[in-house]
């Protein structure tokens, strides 16, 4: 929901980015207020990945300029564990294997950071049972998932309604959702979208990233991003996302000033 | 932020151990020839079959050529250039803990093994071994109710002779190899456990090795009996003072399960390993048996490997009694320039036995780490069956791990399987653990903790625990 007079708490300023030698991110504005919901679609390959993985504090990207924001602190001068401690959330494109590592005491543990961070007691084995078996139905996952090693072995939408689970455990004020609905059938996506509207508060933002008008139809978007070669090249309401579905991206690749992508050259 | 020079730096803390206790001693001559045999057989009083026991194992010795075989790779040892006989001066037998040395229980104390009345673990004996000479040996009283002997070689040679003379040297005859030959010569101490028949050993039994000496080699020897239908749980915990020379530890290890008899035998082995130059640390060359003799016997050998700058030591299985079983679950972490080769034989002589063999390798800095297992199936093994998994972890780019499965079949009626695999920590891993609060540090001892714990379910409840924290200290580079 849009209220001009709401807090910005995630605001990225003219951020860009590397890889090695490879220009990734060629400058990305984008300000969030609180209670809002951002879209981000574009090609494969538009540096969407990314930015969510910068915005988290992934190791293997530089930033070369520009700032984040995050609640007014320099988001970029924290190691990833302390973003995520704050309230920042990225569910993972392509969650990670961890095998040996008990997906019951990998959520334990990561929950009992945020909780610290927030002040809050942390929790035991057994009050983190009672709570995680209430945040499970959320999304309605097999308990049986929770005496695995985190993620190994899970199918593709198991591995995702785990990262929202995740995020039903952390509550993040910003949560960054990486392709979240890829691979999941029609179900899947409902429990999933349902879940994400549920956590939605007024003090919180979610960023969802997209091909899809199905999950836009399950989650409103206040705001539709386009990026291309490492920017934002258009920013419209929920009615440009149905445009994108309708007529893909090459009308955007026609306006003035959207060529040269870094990705062609 | 460089996650591979950062999981490096975690990798080496500070040696908690590497303290020296100021004590007496009386040490022979460095050197090593007859006359220094027969000289620590007088010290010690024995009888003479164990003088002859000792100066056949010297002939045998000097013959014996260093094995080079292992991928390890260290400067020649000087065997001349080492005491072989020291000990603490005001050690002799005591009759109590009163009269033992109290910068020994000191000692002791420091490295969390309280000794003294009020103060000892509840439900486990302890043998404190110091230089290879045990000072004292806890819950002697309560164990003998059982008729289990719990005591130093040293004594049980003068109050059990008979059992000494039958079983010493029975499962590693002195000349099985180089070091065993050179132990076998001129062992200093250790412990003896007897287990009478149909007894379940009330408590934990654990010998605790402190190498206290920089120039002095360490001989200790430890030989474990369980009678028909015995069992009993051995633990084993080793340090040492942080030198900058290296110290000789060979010792011997022989375990004998009669028919239905149980032994566990576990090892925490942190040795000072050098620092991160390579300098100094023990040389630590196990010679490590266990017979089945018995039908349904089992041994069962777990061990966590973490100190040593060289460490060349394969705890081995012979299972002739039928249907008997050997296990070996082992976790070997090396760091900078630690050299470990380590592993099992599992030699299936009886019908129907059965081994198991998990090995989980760590290799970090500059080590290398290798594992060497021999399965041999002989030809009366009738339906032997034997399973092994080994498993690599490398954190970083400098470290080797490197796998040696050896497999002899003389029976086509058995069934051997083997699995394999190496992995690293990788960036990704460690950033979706950080991603979700947890700190780098954890994030790494997490998957350290998650890649070896099938083997630290194998081992006695407080080991377990005390095992994950020495692993996640050694790879905490904060701490300390
Ligand atoms: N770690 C990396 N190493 C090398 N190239 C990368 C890396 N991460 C992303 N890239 C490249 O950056 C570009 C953007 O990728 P990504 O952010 O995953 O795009 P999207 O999520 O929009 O599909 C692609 O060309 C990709 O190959
Ligand atoms: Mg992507």
Known sequence: ?265 | MNSENSVGELVSQPYKYGFVTDIETEKIEKGLNEEVVRLISSKKKEPDFLLQFRLKAFNQWKKMKEPIWANLGYPEIDYQDIIYYAAPKKIEKKESLEEVDPKLLETFDKLGIPLSEQKRLSNVAVDAVFDSVSIATTYKEKLAEYGVIFCSIGEAVNDYPELIERYIGSVVPSNDNFFAALNSAVFSDGSFVYIPKGIDCPMELSSYFRINSGDTGQFERTLIIAEEGASVSYLEGCTAPMFDTNTLHAAVVELVALDHASIKYSTVQNWYSGNEHGIGGIYNFVTKRGHCRGKKSKISWSQVETGSAITWKYPSCILQGEDSIGEFYSVALTNNQQKADTGTKMVHVGPRTRSTIVSKGISAGHSSNSYRGLVQIGSKALGARNYSQCDSMLIGDQAEAKTYPYIRSQQPQSNIEHEASTCRISEDQLFYLQSRGIGFEEAVSMMVSGFCRDVFNQLPMEFAAEADKLLALKLEGSVG
């Open chain 1, 1 to 265: 929901m849009i209220r001009q007079d709401a807090k910005v708490i995630l605001d990225i300023v003219d951020l860009h980015a590397r890889v090695e030698d490879q220009t990734i991110l060629n400058g990305v504005n984008l300000k969030v207020r609180a209670g809002e919901i951002h879209a981000v679609m574009g090609r494969n390959g538009s540096g969407k990945s990314t930015l969510s993985k910068i915005i988290a504090g992934h190791p293997a990207y530089d930033v070369t300029s520009g700032t984040i924001y995050f609640q007014g602190e320099n988001l970029l001068a924290m190691e990833p564990e302390e973003r995520a401690r704050v309230g920042i959330f990225l569910g993972f494109q392509y969650p990670i294997e961890i095998p040996g590592v008990s997906n019951l005491e990998f959520l334990r543990v990561s929950t009992n950071a945020r909780r610290t961070q927030l002040g809050l007691e942390e929790l035991d084995t057994f009050e983190f049972e009672d709570l995680v078996n209430e945040r499970i139905k959320l999304v309605q996952m097999d308990p049986i998932f929770l005496n695995r090693s985190v993620n190994e072995g899970f199918s593709g939408g198991e591995k995702k309604r785990n990262e929202i689970l995740q995020m039903a455990l952390l509550e993040p004020i910003v949560a960054i959702l990486d392709e979240t609905d890829s691979g999941l059938d029609i179900d899947a996506l409902r429990i999933v979208s349902s879940g994400v509207n549920q956590l939605a508060k007024p003090n919180t933002a979610t960023i969802l990233i997209t091909h899809y008008q199905r999950l836009l139809n399950e989650i409103t978007p206040d705001y539709v991003h386009v990026m291309n070669a490492g920017r934002i090249i258009r920013t419209g309401g929920k009615k440009l996302a149905l445009e994108l579905e309708k007529s893909g991206y090459e009308w955007l690749d026609a306006e003035p000033g959207n060529q040269g992508g870094l990705n062609h050259g």
